[in-house]
């Protein structure tokens, strides 16, 4: 069974860089895309970026300047790094699955992880 | 910010016939597959459609998506109590070089 962990602290300091990582059980991250999709508290879903397991990435046009994606294939795991955080990056963070049989969809999803930013 | 626009809510009783429209643009819809989330409380989204009508193994029958030029719709026939949720569309975008989503479509079943 498939399954994926987000994993990170819930509270972040204004302007510091909110750290994620998801973990990835049940199937190797290779050959696959993966990508983080957040969810501001009552309101709808933003996707954020992609990242192959050969470490190519496409990120949000919207989120480019401050954000980061990596793997770690020995670890079978993927992290994100967004710098200068703001209240505005209060959200849920859930990592996903790309599946083979359709590269655009997200089949697999975490639980998710609430990351408040705030003094 | 989502660009692709869905009702904030729907709803209907037990049993009845209930669609969501989703309107997006030649940039997203018009010229990419669309993909339907479901939401339920508390939890996070579950894939009910992709390619624009197929459904994963073991999302029922009653879920049924369609498109036509810039918009799509999810239909969900034989309304049940366990259908309350959250609905997103989702699509890529040539023009951000994305994926986008509904703005969201609430569903209450009666």
């Known amino acids: 069974q498939v399954q994926l962990q987000e994993s990170g602290p819930g509270l972040v300091q204004p302007s510091e860089t909110l750290s994620l990582t998801c973990t990835v059980s049940?199937?190797?991250?290779?050959?696959?895309?993966w990508s983080w999709i957040r969810q501001p508290p009552g309101r709808g879903l933003e996707w954020i970026g992609y990242?192959?397991?050969?470490?190519?990435?496409n990120y949000n046009p919207s989120l480019t300047s401050r954000l980061t994606l990596s793997v770690d294939t020995s670890k079978n795991q993927f992290s994100l790094r967004l710098r200068s955080v703001t209240a505005a990056d209060t959200a849920v963070y859930y990592c996903a699955r790309h599946p083979t049989y359709d590269s655009r969809a997200f089949d697999i999803w975490g639980q998710g992880t609430m990351v408040t930013v705030s003094s | 910010q989502p660009v692709l626009t869905q009702p904030p809510s729907a709803s209907g009783t037990p049993g009845q016939r209930v669609t969501v429209s989703c309107s997006g643009s030649?940039?997203?819809?018009?010229?990419?597959?669309v993909y339907w989330y479901q939401q339920l409380p508390g939890t996070a989204p579950k894939l009910l459609i992709y390619k624009n009508i197929q459904r994963p193994s073991g999302v029922p029958d009653r879920f049924s998506g369609s498109k036509s030029g810039p918009s799509a719709s999810l239909a969900i026939s034989g309304l049940r109590s366990d259908d309350e949720a959250d609905y997103y569309c989702?699509?890529?975008?040539?023009?951000?070089?994305?994926?986008?989503f509904g703005t969201g479509t609430k569903v209450t079943v009666l």
């Open positions: 030649g940039s997203n819809i018009g010229s990419n597959h």
């Open positions: 990242i192959y397991y050969t470490g190519s990435t």
């Open positions: 989702a699509a890529w975008d040539d023009s951000l070089s994305g994926y986008v």
């Open positions: 049940g199937v190797s991250i290779n050959n696959y895309y």
